[in-house]
């Protein structure tokens, strides 16, 4: 069973949550969470673009607690051990086992592991006949959970070529969730990471909704459809905004034409403003610089996506039937 789904399950109080993802790096997705946090209530913000965390310099979080990421682990060879066999340098897919220079160029020494290339998958310690060879964790990055001018926040740092991104993501919405518990916060709002890898399933999975940001260009059409496949696999409710919309008008029309043909919701559009660059130089969120511009779009997107959590996505939907108005589509199948 998935922890993350059963503690959250079998707690009473349940904070709906909200992941923003992209099919690209760069559309603003970072830039709208911390936007969000400003606008929200009594939300709890995680940063799950831990290969490339970067909320953290909008917000300004202050570190409360720290602890180490142990996700993998690294073969180590006991070299007094070592038959110098070359078992394990003949069965390591990965070419991460070699051997040192023997006495002569005609023996081989003994083997050692390159830690950079060793995957940890233990065939080498499953079939060495010396029993020389045995798996270590190993340290692949740290999270943290800090308090900000805006709300409390969860991330982490995966470590330069580390693995087990989807798992150090798990970690931070576990306890993103425990903080919302304890402290009664209704809210979680999740900066995904881009693209349709782990670390984006494991950002999406058991999620009330994700809004999916995009631009208005063919691939930014692409990287739409490819986001919604995975949204659509998992379960997640899906809205859709698209970003510096007014750069390209008729692509944006088509991008918004195939989401509804998706059963896609639009939450909206958000024009170009230089402001959102002006108020990254000055440290804030582009609502808290500015009352106009891009900044109303964002405004009106977080009142839908608002709406749709805590209204319920199948009251507004009925709601939405009712009046005429299709903003909202059917629920993921």
């Known amino acids: 069973m998935n922890t993350l789904v059963s503690i959250v399950d079998t707690n009473q109080h349940r904070p709906k949550e909200l992941a ?51 996700g993998g682990k690294l073969a180590v060879i006991e070299q007094d051990q070592c038959g110098a066999c070359g078992n394990c340098v003949d069965l390591c897919r990965v070419g991460a086992i070699r051997r040192y220079a023997g006495k002569s160029k005609y023996v081989a ?92 399933i494991a950002s999406v999975t058991g999620v009330d909704m994700a809004l999916v940001v995009t631009e208005p260009t063919i691939s930014g059409l692409h990287d739409l459809e490819r986001v919604a496949d995975l949204t659509r696999q998992f379960g997640a409710f899906t809205m859709v905004c698209v970003n510096k919309w007014d750069l390209n008008p008729e692509m944006t029309k088509q991008i918004e034409a195939r989401a509804q043909q998706r059963n896609l919701s639009l939450a909206g559009r958000i024009r170009y403003d230089d402001a959102v660059t002006e108020a990254q130089v000055q440290g804030q969120t582009v609502v808290e610089y500015q009352k106009d511009g891009c900044a109303d779009d964002i405004r009106a997107i977080w009142a839908h996506v608002h709406e749709a959590l805590t209204e319920g996505v199948p009251q507004m939907q009925q709601r939405k039937s009712q009046s005429g108005e299709n903003s909202l589509s059917a629920a993921t199948q």
């Open 20 to 70: 923003v993802i992209n099919g690209k790096g760069g559309t603003a997705k970072t830039s709208l969470v911390a936007s969000f946090a400003a606008l929200a209530e009594h939300a709890v913000v995680a940063d799950c673009d831990v290969d490339a965390a970067d909320l953290h310099l909008l917000l300004e979080p202050r570190v409360a607690q720290s602890e180490k990421f142990t």
């Open 109 to 200: 020494g003994p083997a050692y592991v390159d830690p950079l290339a060793c995957e940890g998958c233990g065939v080498c310690v499953r079939f060495c006949p010396e029993h020389a060879i045995h798996l270590e964790p190993v340290i692949n990055g740290e999270w943290f959970i800090s308090e900000t001018r805006l709300a409390p926040m969860v991330h982490a740092k995966l470590g330069i070529a580390q693995q087990n991104s989807g798992k150090l993501v798990t970690i931070v919405r576990m306890n993103a969730q425990k903080i919302a518990r304890e402290r009664g916060l209704n809210m979680i709002i999740t900066d995904g990471s881009p693209g349709i890898g782990c670390p984006v």
